[in-house]
């Protein structure tokens, strides 16, 4: 860490942190660590929901069902894991954004909130949530309550905000809510069905 200060690679914003000396030095970092795409190659998603689709999209065509169902591996509760998703979707957003922003995790101290936030892009001001199976959705609206909610400080700066709620086909979305986005994956995994209100429903076949 001392050597990259040394050389000009990082610089200290304060006491406790560090940062990238230069705007450049942060692009080519996550251009070669996470394969960034040029925004030539990829158009910038216009919106919110416009990224998740093509995140989803991407992961369909970039692997077949039975890779990335192996990839997401199952929890001790016989389910795939939340974490594992958080990564796939972090490696694929990236790339989806291209160079020009930045798709930031586990975020909250910038923004002076002590809980953090699952994503957030840079530039955009997006702030994006996991959910499973539907699970503690009543809890997870009530941390975007601009007076009460964990995330009222990130709210005050973001543009959009969703909830994706990553379940099962068998487990039907009951009715659709506000900022919430519905991805099911099919019984044989070969597909996902986006879902979200006032939207129509897309769904995603994967190429294997």
């Not at 539907?134 to 009530?142: K, Q, S």
């Not at 994706?164 to 519905?182: A, C, G, N």
């Amino acid at each position: 860490m001392v050597y990259l200060v040394k050389f000009g690679f990082l610089a200290f914003k304060d006491a406790n942190n560090l940062i990238f000396a230069a705007p450049l030095l942060k692009q080519s970092f996550f251009q070669q660590n996470y394969e960034v795409l040029s925004g030539y190659d990829i158009p910038t998603p216009t919106d919110l929901y416009h990224f998740i689709v093509k995140i989803f999209t991407a992961m369909c065509n970039e692997l077949s069902g039975k890779t990335l169902r192996d990839m997401l591996g199952f929890g001790s509760d016989g389910r795939f894991q939340e974490q594992t998703w958080q990564k796939e979707i972090y490696r694929i957003g990236t790339q989806v954004l291209g160079s020009e922003y930045f798709l930031l995790c586990d975020v909250g101290s910038v923004f002076g909130c002590d809980s953090k936030i699952d994503f957030y892009v840079d530039n955009k001001d997006w702030a994006i949530e996991l959910l499973r199976d539907g699970e503690d959705m009543a809890e997870h609206t009530v941390r975007f309550d601009t007076l009460k909610g964990e995330y009222k400080e990130i709210v005050k700066y973001a543009k959009s905000i969703a909830v994706i709620d990553i379940r099962s086909e068998v487990k039907k979305v009951q009715k659709l809510r506000e900022d919430f986005i519905y991805v099911s994956w099919s019984e044989d995994f070969d597909a996902f069905k986006i879902e979200s209100l006032g939207k129509e429903t897309v769904t995603i076949r994967f190429h294997n």
